[in-house]
C-alpha cells in the first residue's frame, strides 16, 4: 500500500520559517509527479507547489512564490517543501500528493495523499 507521510510542521511566529518533508513509501517515485496543497479552516484546499518527475520543472501559486521552495530527492524518496518569511494566513494543514501523470497543476491530477501536517503562523 502506497503512503505519503508529511512532517515538518509547527508552530511559528509571523516571519519564521519551517521546512515540511514528506517521505513515501512503496511509490516509484521517480515516475510521479509531486504536489503540496493545503487546507484552512473553513477554506477549500489549494495547491501550493508542484514538481515534476525529474525536479526541472516547478511551479508556485502567486500567494507563496518567492518564499516557498519546493524540492525531492529521489535517493529518499522524498519530497520537501522550505517555507520562508511565513505569515499568518499561510496557516494550514499542509498535504503533499503524487501525480500519476507527472507534473501537473490540478487537483484531479493527483492519486496519493499523505494525512497533513498541521502549520500555524502566530502574530
Known amino acids: 500500500q502506497v503512503q505519503l507521510v508529511e512532517s515538518g510542521g509547527g508552530l511559528v511566529q509571523d516571519g519564521g520559517s519551517l521546512r515540511l518533508s514528506c517521505v513515501t513509501s512503496r511509490l516509484r517515485f521517480n515516475a510521479y509527479g509531486m504536489g503540496w496543497f493545503r487546507q484552512a479552516p473553513g477554506k477549500e484546499r489549494e495547491l501550493v507547489s508542484a514538481?515534476?518527475?525529474?525536479?526541472?520543472?516547478?511551479y508556485y501559486s502567486d500567494f507563496v512564490k518567492g518564499r516557498f521552495t519546493i524540492s525531492r530527492d529521489s535517493a529518499k524518496n522524498t519530497l520537501y517543501l522550505q517555507m520562508t518569511s511565513l505569515k499568518p494566513e499561510d496557516t494550514a494543514v499542509y498535504y503533499c500528493a503524487a501525480s500519476a501523470v507527472g507534473y501537473c497543476t490540478g487537483y484531479g491530477c493527483y492519486k496519493y495523499w499523505g494525512q497533513g501536517t498541521q502549520v500555524t503562523v502566530s502574530t
Open positions: 514538481i515534476s518527475r525529474s525536479g526541472s520543472a516547478t
